[in-house]
Nanobody, 120 residues
Framework: QVQLVESGGGLVQPGGSLRLSCAAS????????MGWYRQAPGKQRVLVAA???????DYTGSVQGRFTISADNAKNTVYLQMNSLKPEDTAVYYC??????????????WGQGTQVTVSP
């Protein structure tokens, strides 16, 4: 079975940094697209970045150059390094695992989410 557990969220000042971690149990990274999503209050959940078989992609233009997704295969952990944080980055951040052969979102696994708040 697959289990995703996020950690690393918290309260930071604008311009600060956070590193989110997603501990992925039961996941072989070569078989999954691993992604970070976020959902701000009253907004849709959106994809932030994804990594599959070592290839990284930033999907949200507002985080380009500021956020970096990475994976540590030995630790089965996916990270999201967030720098130069802005108030508009405030959201619940979710870890996601999507089977590479899956065509439906129904196949996805989700973590419980971790809150990131950027405020003075």
């Amino acid at each position: 079975q697959v289990q995703l557990v996020e950690s690393g969220g918290g309260l930071v000042q604008p311009g600060g940094s956070l590193r989110l971690s997603c501990a992925a149990s039961g996941v072989i990274f070569s078989n999954y697209v691993m992604g970070w999503y976020r959902q701000a209050p009253g907004k849709q959940r959106v994809l932030v970045a994804a990594i599959v078989r070592g290839e990284k992609t930033d999907y949200t233009g507002s985080v380009q150059g500021r956020f970096t997704i990475s994976a540590d295969n030995a630790k089965n952990t996916v990270y999201l390094q967030m720098n130069s944080l802005k108030p508009e980055d405030t959201a619940v951040y979710y870890c996601n695992a999507h089977p590479v052969l899956g065509a439906s979102r129904e196949s996805d696994y989700w973590g419980q989410g971790t809150q990131v708040t950027v405020s003075p």
